[in-house]
């Protein structure tokens, strides 16, 4: 199983990125995908999920700035973030598991990318 996530990088507060999480290993279809993130001296935090069907979980922090989307065809899951601001900074990581309600209550995972840096500068 492998988790590959790309698309980090630095941007001014205001600005976007949209991150990028390719699947292998598993049958990614039937499963639920989330993005998670934690900054310098915190804890891991949920920040999205989508199920299998599409419906879509996300922290208040978010809503309205970030979308999580899939493309089961390609067995990929993006998070478009807009309106970035500095407490967005931190290391983004997709993961995966059968249940949204482990990825967005539980804040767990069957599986876990290695992770990738955003940086929101001033």
């Known amino acids: 199983v492998q988790l590959q996530a790309s698309g980090g990088g630095m941007v001014q507060a205001g600005g976007s990125l949209r991150l990028s999480c390719a699947a292998s290993?598993?049958?990614?279809?039937?499963?639920?995908m989330g993005w998670f993130r934690q900054a310098p001296g915190k804890e891991r935090e949920f920040v999205t999920a989508?199920?299998?069907?599409?419906?879509?979980y996300s922290a208040d922090s978010v809503k309205g700035r970030f979308t999580i989307s899939r493309d089961n065809a390609k067995n990929t899951v993006y998070l478009q973030m807009n309106s970035l601001k500095l407490e967005d900074t931190a290391v983004y990581y997709c993961?995966?598991?059968?249940?949204?309600?482990?990825?967005?209550?539980?804040?767990?995972?069957?599986?876990w990318g290695q992770g990738t840096q955003v940086t929101v500068s001033s």
């Open positions: 290993g598993f049958t990614f279809r039937s499963y639920a």
């Open positions: 993961a995966a598991d059968l249940s949204s309600q482990t990825l967005r209550t539980r804040h767990s995972a069957a599986y």
């Open positions: 989508i199920t299998w069907t599409g419906s879509i």
